[in-house]
């Protein structure tokens, strides 16, 4: 069929040039399109390709015909969306083309670290990078949009998608939310190497009750503003084109269907003029969480709150014109949602030309390319965690005479790439931890044995692995979770490290009661590593670490990389201490410093307080000394600003990296604050013997917070502050800040 599109095309190009006023050219395509055309351009539909969740029967290629579909997930490939695209051009009445959406979340096909691995580098550049590169691939296969990153806060470890995002702490995740969507969207949407970031989930998915994936969330407004809502503000101001919203109610309204926050806060408080997707039949699931009473006024109340489309729903396709015609639902909702769709079509360049995202030579040339296997090893290392070295365990030497490898992840090349690992090989293209090793070392000097699975309780294996690591100088173990232990739908109410592989860890210490065993760890959160830290010497945590994971791993072990990266996330003693993270609140009965057992105070009788591992921890195979704190004044006037500065030495005997945290503690406010709030890093490099002045400037901005009638400023007073190598520290200085 003829279609009207291109007539409107040559019309408009008569009038503006490329990029030149994309609403207009919008609203002109607009004008000819029937309400259920405009409707079709807010469903979505799933290709056959993957799923991640129900399917709720679709005829796509009846759909587009029809002008029912705006936009699929999980179509892809040179041939899968030429063909699905050549429907939407050829044979339907106006030609619109279709936007093609996937879960790109840490990688495409050069699988990076999963995103809570890559925020433990503190390294923006690197995570940009990897979204780029990812982005280049992505879009070389004919994705136009990536459901991601996911900015959601959580300091729920039982939560499995704790591993999708960037770690408890808002600082830290606002930066990496505008890193993500800078590499994704580039700085010109129009050329086809970028695409369409979506932050997400919107919005406190991560505090779902319990850890339990899809649960409740009760939370005041105060935290909403202050901790769960800021990373999504960051990704509007990096300029993300579209946001999903979430699985989960929000203080008794599901975020599916919750206008104060699509509404009131996205629209109009911060103008957010991209589209709203929703999650996974989130609309649908209106009706179970007892917010709609059938499908109908699921439709009704989702558009109504601001959902601009309906992902695999089949519900706006199949209602919002009836809704719209009894006057349930505004046609100018229906309008807006429509044109912000058109918009992002318009950014992408697709009615400049439907098919520039699909070039068979592209997609051929650009996956795992050598350059971004490269990144995605130099990256890994960085992402990797040395949470303990005793007695400088790490590194080895590759002259040790025998090392023994043990553990069911060694070999493995299947799970190293983690959950959501979008179109990653999970054979022949990963290099498991067994092949990183053995660039360094001789076949003699390696020996063998995977003693057990992750999850079954074989324990046949032991003897071997046993028996090999009394014949090795020095044992290496790697083990932890399954890739599908994290991500969704997978929470852990237990945060061992699953199986029996704890079991073999003591009989191989048993064994070996002076050897040197280190703790190669593959997981997606936070575990529970307090009886692991008494058997091992070193644990180095490498998250899932990736396609080049194990020779980064490699890199790590034999020194050729000296470890930098630093936890994102608290690891706690046991799961009874969860929720736990470094900027709670102080209570009105703090334990005393020097004395943790007083009576009547906040703590439990069974363990301190303490966590096992600190946000910002993190070890290095040298040292750091931190001298020299100066602050520029002890005053801070709110138009102004102040320095604080250290001076940060290697003084051990490797180079390596450092980061250097600023945290800040405002002692007194109209609302309690946190005991220390992360305000500024900076990640250095330091020859051996090297030192370097690290200054960070503070202004009010940085001290603002929401108060109890969500006025979001400053209020005068003291404020306590440290530069320190984590957040466990006391603090020393502070400054005041005067109107
Ligand atoms: C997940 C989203 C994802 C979507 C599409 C859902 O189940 O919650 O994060 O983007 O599926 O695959």
């Known amino acids: 069929m003829r279609n009207l599109f291109f007539i409107i095309i040559i019309f408009c190009g008569g009038l503006f040039s490329f990029s030149q006023n994309y609403k207009a050219k919008v609203d002109s395509i607009m004008s000819l399109m029937t309400l259920q055309e405009k409707i079709g351009q807010t469903v979505m539909y799933g290709g056959s390709w993957d799923q991640t969740g129900p399917i709720v029967g679709a005829d796509n290629g009846k759909y587009i015909r029809e002008g029912n579909m705006g936009a699929m997930l999980n179509a892809m490939s040179v041939k899968g969306t030429l063909d699905l695209q050549k429907v939407a051009i050829e044979e339907t009445r106006l030609g619109i083309p279709l936007l093609f959406g996937y879960d790109v979340i840490h990688g495409h096909r050069t699988i990076f670290p999963i995103n809570l691995g890559l925020s433990a580098s503190w390294d923006l550049k690197m995570i940009e990078e990897s979204s780029r590169i990812a982005a280049e691939e992505a879009s070389a296969e004919g994705i136009h949009w990536t459901f991601a990153p996911m900015v959601d806060i959580s300091r729920e470890p039982r939560w499995g998608r704790i591993s999708e995002g960037a770690g408890e702490d808002v600082f830290l995740a606002n930066k990496i939310a505008k890193a993500y969507v800078k590499g994704f969207q580039g700085d010109d949407l129009s050329k086809p190497n970028t695409i369409l970031a979506c932050a997400k989930h919107y919005v406190a998915y991560g505090a779902a009750q319990a850890g339990r994936d899809y649960h409740t969330v009760n939370m005041g407004e105060g935290e909403l503003r202050n901790v769960y809502l800021p990373p999504f503000k960051a990704a509007v101001d990096a300029g993300v084109e579209t946001f999903m919203s979430a699985f989960n109610e929000l203080n008794g309204v599901p975020t599916s269907g919750n206008k104060f926050t699509l509404r009131d806060i996205l629209r109009d408080e911060w103008n957010f003029e991209g589209f709203v997707v929703s999650d996974y039949t989130s609309i649908n699931e209106l009706i179970p969480h007892g917010f709609a009473k059938d499908s109908i006024d699921a439709a009704r109340i989702?558009?109504?709150?601001?959902?601009?489309?309906?992902?695999?729903?089949?519900?706006?396709?199949?209602?919002?014109?009836?809704?719209?015609?009894?006057?349930?639902?505004?046609?100018?909702?229906?309008?807006?949602?429509?044109?912000?769709?058109?918009?992002?079509?318009?950014?992408?360049?697709?009615?400049?030309?439907?098919?520039?995202?699909?070039?068979?030579?592209?997609?051929?040339?650009?996956?795992?390319?050598?350059?971004?296997?490269?990144?995605?090893?130099?990256?890994?290392?960085?992402?990797?965690?040395?949470?303990?070295?005793?007695?400088?365990?790490?590194?080895?030497?590759?002259?040790?005479?025998?090392?023994?490898?043990?553990?069911?992840?060694?070999?493995?090349?299947?799970?190293?790439?983690?959950?959501?690992?979008?179109?990653?090989?999970?054979?022949g293209k990963a290099l498991s931890v067994f092949e990183g090793i053995s660039e360094y070392l001789n076949s003699d000097q390696i020996l063998y044995a995977k003693g057990c699975d992750i999850l079954k309780d074989d324990e046949s294996g032991f003897g071997e692995a046993i028996s090999i690591s009394k014949q090795a100088d020095a044992i290496v173990l790697v083990m932890g979770e399954g890739h599908h232990m994290s991500g969704e739908a997978a929470s852990r109410t237990n945060l061992k490290i699953p199986g029996i592989q704890p079991k073999l860890i003591k009989k191989i210490r048993e064994a070996n009661p002076n050897k040197k065993i280190i703790l190669v760890l593959m997981n997606g959160r936070p575990l529970n590593l307090s009886d692991e830290v008494n058997l091992v010497d070193a644990i180095l945590e490498i998250w899932f670490p990736g396609t080049m994971g194990g020779a980064a791993t490699a890199d790590l072990l034999f020194g050729e990389v000296n470890p930098s990266g630093k936890l994102t996330v608290t690891f706690p003693r046991n799961v009874g201490q969860v929720p736990i993270y470094y900027n709670m609140k102080n209570t009105g009965r703090p334990i005393p410093d020097n004395n943790p057992k007083e009576d009547y105070k906040s703590n439990y009788i069974d363990v301190p307080n303490s966590p096992l591992f600190v946000f910002g921890h993190g070890l290095s195979y040298t040292t750091f000394k931190y001298s020299d704190f100066k602050l520029s004044s002890q005053n801070l006037y709110t138009n102004g600003t102040i320095q604080a500065s250290v001076t940060v030495t290697n003084t051990g005997n490797y180079d390596g990296h450092e980061i250097v945290q600023l945290y800040i503690h405002d002692k007194v406010g109209s609302v309690t604050r946190p005991v220390k709030e992360l305000k500024g890093f900076e990640k250095i490099f330091l020859k051996q013997g090297e030192s370097k002045i690290v200054t960070f400037e503070i202004s009010v901005e940085d001290l603002k917070f929401y108060n109890s009638e969500m006025k979001f400023g400053v209020e005068p007073g003291e404020f306590e502050i440290a530069i320190a190598p984590s957040s466990d520290f006391r603090f020393k200085h502070s400054f005041n800040l005067l109107d």
């Open 302 to 427: 989702g558009m109504n709150a601001g959902v601009d489309m309906d992902m695999m729903g089949h519900l706006y396709r199949k209602f919002l014109k009836n809704l719209v015609e009894e006057g349930k639902v505004s046609e100018a909702y229906i309008n807006d949602a429509c044109r912000r769709i058109l918009l992002a079509k318009y950014k992408l360049g697709l009615f400049d030309d439907p098919y520039r995202y699909i070039n068979e030579e592209r997609e051929n040339t650009t996956k795992y390319k050598p350059e971004f296997l490269a990144k995605a090893r130099e990256i890994a290392a960085a992402s990797s965690v040395l949470l303990q070295n005793n007695n400088e365990a790490l590194p080895l030497s590759t002259n040790t005479k025998k090392i023994a490898f043990i553990g069911p992840l060694v070999k493995d090349e299947y799970d190293i790439i983690g959950n959501w690992a979008a179109k990653g090989d999970r054979q």
